[in-house]
């Protein structure tokens, strides 16, 4: 079963726009089933993960490009980066937009070769993979606090209750879980965790020990929801520090994880200064967590950190499914104040607390911890240099399991995850 996508609109005005559009991501979230489908009749297809294709387009890549001329797509073309500087001859020489057509998953080193071969003549377009509504079919646009489009979303989102939304969480967001009933799971993500390792990092120097860096992910996906710690990543997998930090920048580009800033403001003290980590497959991370069905993972430890990690991670592929980056923060200072996250739009922040329950109550409490980034300078602010530009606060919303969109006081409202 296809999926429509609600990045094919970005894809087409990148296509037009730029000689080169390269559309990267993690493994197997759809990205050559996107450009095939979006592929015009002469266009041309040639993937890199054939090894002897591969070959070619290292060993000669001046006569790769003339036997696959353009209009072409290239799949997983960080496999042979000997071909960006060609492809920058010839997009300078012909100057026609939508030649090239490129994938790449592995992001580490190709984005450095893209930017400093292409700069100017690529536009690159991030996928990550099936988001709730896209499954549902609604393709909504990306989330905001936005009270009336959230009560318009209720009349085509399909409800779902808990046990739904766990087996969603269970099964995650790759589409070739729901393309057949008869994939097995299992087996699914331990085939894409060997070849995320072998074919992915294991190209890469920093990591030499590819048992401990499995270990690493594992480490990683028990503490999704959890704000970034590297000497207890470090201690928990044998290595130091700095390796740690390494490791998850690994994860971090390569998609399987988000780190979500906190929100600074002159006029907020104290604030905690590590950034939150997310597995953006709640799928991928359950498996790596072991745990077996969607029940057992409802009521299990963990449920509220998957919960939080769905909310955020759909939140954060509503945007980059539609070809925006996401403005995403979270709060927490030295009182463990805190609030899940914050999203910032146009000079208003928004505050979004995440509950693993109906109608929460207290949910908002913390909301008034941003009440100073609201007033105006004072002239001792303004004296001692530390004045803040006045930042307005827009609705707040309780992203929970309720049934509706309902309010919970004058500025701030329920919402159902499942019309995320």
Known sequence: MFYERTIESSLR?????????????????????????????????????DPTVRAFAKSDPEMFLQRYSPPVLIDEVQYAPELF??????????????????????????????TESMAGRVGVVRMLGLSNSEIAGTRFPPFAVEPQELIARMNTAPAMDMGEVYARIFKGSMPKLYESPDVNREKYFESYLETYITRDVKALSQVGDELAFLKFISIVAART????????????????AATAKQWLSILVSSSLVALIPPYFNSALKRVIKAPRMYFLDTGLCAYITRWNTPEVLESGAMAGQFFETWVVSEIYKSHINNGKLPSLYFYRDSNKKE??????????????????????KDATRHFSVLNPIAKEPSE??????TAHLKTEIGAGAVICLCSDVLPIDRKNWYVPAWII
């Open 13 to 49: 005005s990148i296509s037009e726009t730029f000689p080169v559009l390269m559309l990267t991501g993690p493994r197997q979230v759809g990205k050559t089933t996107i450009l095939l489908k979006l592929a015009e009749p002469e266009r041309k297809v040639v993937s890199l993960d």
């Open 85 to 114: 500087s060609y492809i920058k001859v010839y997009v300078d020489r012909h100057k026609r937009c939508g030649d090239y057509w490129l994938t790449g998953s592995q992001t580490f080193h190709m984005m450095k070769n893209v």
């Open 225 to 240: 929801a959890t704000n970034v710690n590297y000497d207890a990543l470090a201690n928990e997998t044998g290595i130091s």
């Open 339 to 360: 609030i899940d996250l914050i999203l910032w739009e146009g000079g208003t922040v928004y505050p979004i607390e995440i509950k693993k329950s109906a109608y929460p």
């Open 380 to 385: 001792e602010d303004v004296f001692s240099g």
